[in-house]
């Protein structure tokens, strides 16, 4: 009888571990800060490789150009200077990360 009640106890007491949980979507900003969804307080766009071969744009800005909210300026051609103004904030309140390296800095190397 004792047995039997070890056997119930293990059975009964890892139960809880064979519960799965569906996790809540997370969501990674640019500067690779987890958060759940449901804590962004913003509207959120996301650009994956899908969508850029979906768009089939020649340029970031052209792609850039395509997301509601966003403006893109350039002075010059190729290679020139670009300002990014998102949902009305100047260039230097937009922080642009490539790899986590601000590129809009002009200390950055």
Not at 54 to 59: F, V, Y
Request: no cysteine; charged share 15%; hydrophobic share 40%.
């Amino acid at each position: 009888m004792r047995s039997n009640s070890v056997v119930l106890f293990a059975v009964l007491s890892s139960a809880p571990v064979l519960a799965q949980v569906v996790p809540e979507t997370i969501v990674v900003t640019a500067t690779r800060t987890q958060q759940p969804l449901n804590r962004v307080g913003q509207s959120i766009t996301v650009i994956d490789s899908a969508e850029i071969d979906r768009r089939q744009t020649a340029t970031v800005i052209d792609l850039l150009r395509t997301v509601p909210g966003v403006t893109v300026t350039r002075n010059g051609g190729i290679g020139g200077t670009t300002g990014v103004f998102i949902r009305g904030a100047e260039t230097d309140q937009t922080v642009t990360l490539i790899d986590g390296v601000k590129i809009n800095d002009p200390a950055a190397p």
